[in-house]
């Protein structure tokens, strides 16, 4: 695909869908709109028609990924309910990943609002700065400062074992209520 070249409507929603199926690592809206020659907002537009059609697309701070179907990845998945101060969050987060752990998500008990949830999708060191770099240069703040340090994770991994190592370590360092 020439950049020279805009792709309209459907043809470009299907070249994003193959493009998403195909690729083993996320690719972001400016990624995706360069390719295509259309704006990100273009391509916030054409995830969500596509998202629509239930496609399993999901959103992440890395960029857009397309959810294998079930059964193409044997996963094994469980939530965890951690704890630790702000500054900590990396030091988890590489705890996770060093153990062939994706740490899908982020979500709290808010007193007011409920369950909060938040994508977080990382599997490796280089995903994990890269989500601290991002809440560093957005000046955002942890969902867990919101509740004063305590915050549920959804882990996964290809075994048992890696998510019973991930938390022995977690445990260890001090960074889960039991």
């Excluded at 998202?51 to 697309?57: T, V, Y």
């Amino acid at each position: 695909m020439t950049q020279d070249k805009k792709v309209l409507g459907e043809e470009r929603r299907n070249l994003l869908l193959h493009w998403l199926q195909t690729e083993d690592k996320p690719l972001t809206g400016g990624e995706l709109a360069g390719r295509t020659n259309v704006s990100r907002q273009v391509i916030v537009q054409d995830i969500s028609l596509l998202k629509a059609k239930n496609e399993p697309i999901l959103a992440t701070s890395q960029g857009y990924v397309y959810m294998k179907p079930f059964g193409e990845q044997v996963k094994k998945e469980r939530i965890i309910v951690s704890f630790h101060e702000p500054h900590q969050t990396k030091e988890e987060l590489y705890i996770l990943v060093d153990h062939g752990v994706t740490v899908k998500d982020v979500r709290i008990e808010h007193p007011v609002y409920g369950d909060l949830n938040a994508s977080v999708m990382v599997s490796s060191r280089a995903e994990v700065d890269a989500f601290i770099r991002k809440i560093k240069q957005t000046n955002a703040s942890y969902l867990s400062q919101l509740t004063d340090g305590t915050h549920l994770h959804t882990i996964e991994a290809d075994s048992e074992e890696k998510l019973d190592a991930a938390y022995a370590v977690l445990k260890e360092a001090g960074m889960v209520v039991e």
